[in-house]
């Protein structure tokens, strides 16, 4: 009796991980797309800017500022090598007549893919834990820069 119970516990494991992962791979087919979403050296010359902040010291902290203003509609953040402006985020309720921007990089307030949960976890799927990753977006940068990387799960500081 006792061997028949781990047998339906394995097989119950094994139908749990298939069914989190066709839910997964389900919702990303209806609206996501593996990857970011960020777009380098563009901007807009829009009249809308709602604020500027300095210093803002990645892309994903700038869209993290973006997504916490309701009225935020993209933003655009330049790098340490912008020779104008030096790790600025632009926050725009608006945008319209996209232009080159070179040492900039822009996206809307959000493009992460995020359900509330997590993968199940053991040594055959787990390729890295890399501690202190601030926002979710760097965390799926890195996933989709990683070619064996199929799914992610991160973790925000309170959790």
Known sequence: KVLKSVRNNSYYRVK???????????????????????????????????DVVEPVSTPYLCQRLCGDMESCSAFTWTTENNTQLK?????????????????????????????????????????DIIPAVQVEEECQDMCSETPSCMFYTWHDATS
Request: proline share 3%.
């Open 87 to 127: 790790w600025s985020c632009f926050l725009f309720g608006s945008i319209s007549n996209q232009t080159s921007c070179k040492e900039c990089v822009s996206g809307p307030p959000s493009c992460t893919c995020s359900l509330e949960g997590a993968c199940y976890g053991d040594e055959d799927n787990i390729l």
């Open 16 to 50: 749990m991980r298939m069914m989190e992962r066709l839910a997964l791979l389900f919702f990303l087919h209806m609206g996501c797309t593996r990857g970011t979403c960020l777009k380098e050296d563009i901007t807009w010359l829009s009249t809308d800017i709602m």
